[in-house]
């Protein structure tokens, strides 16, 4: 009942959600409708149609903890995300396809004014959903690592974050 109820928060999660998986095309389309609308876009790649709930379901702690702080972070980005489902293939479509692997948690964000954010594998650290948003309202620049972890900079090396050092990379999105 637990993930049944995680589901559904993931599910119905902030404003626009495509209740079916999209092709590559009706991808494209949908991010240029957000970025018209300064709206910013979450990907999230489902291996396929028919086994993938039921996939993420049997993988209980982890899809438990991911779907927590998914919806956490969306939450934390702003009033407006239109979230995506896509099957792997439609992903591999429309990006470089060595750029999306077969990863069922994999996510790309789209902030529309540069380039999109990528993670490979299922996001558990609350500080990389915190650089996403900072990065979407464009303030991560001169971001130091101290700062993102909410620590004192004398415990740690103190030095610059970029999207690489927190799991994260760039990947263009073509439209």
């Not at 702690?61 to 792997?88: C, F, H, M, Q, R």
Request: aromatic share 10%; glycine share 2%; net charge negative.
């Amino acid at each position: 009942m637990k993930h049944l109820l995680l589901l559904l928060l993931l599910l119905t999660t902030r404003s626009v959600y495509a209740s079916e998986l999209l092709k590559a095309s009706d991808i494209k389309k949908e991010i240029e409708i957000s970025c018209h609308k300064d709206v910013p876009v979450l990907l999230i790649f489902m291996i396929n149609e028919e086994s993938d709930v039921q996939s993420r379901q049997d993988d209980n702690e982890l899809y438990a903890d991911w779907s927590y702080y998914l919806n956490k972070g969306i939450s934390s980005i702003g009033d407006k995300v239109n979230v995506i489902k896509t099957p792997v293939n439609s992903g591999r479509e429309l990006f470089d396809s060595n750029q999306i692997p077969s990863d069922m948690y994999s996510l790309v964000f789209v902030p529309c004014k540069k380039k999109a954010l990528y993670s490979e594998s299922a996001i558990l650290e609350p500080y990389v959903y915190k650089y996403i948003k900072l990065y979407f309202q464009n303030k991560e620049k001169d971001l130091m690592m101290s700062e993102l972890l909410e620590i004192d900079s004398t415990t740690i090396k103190d030095e610059r974050v970029t999207p690489e050092k927190i799991g994260l990379e760039y990947i263009d999105v073509p439209i």
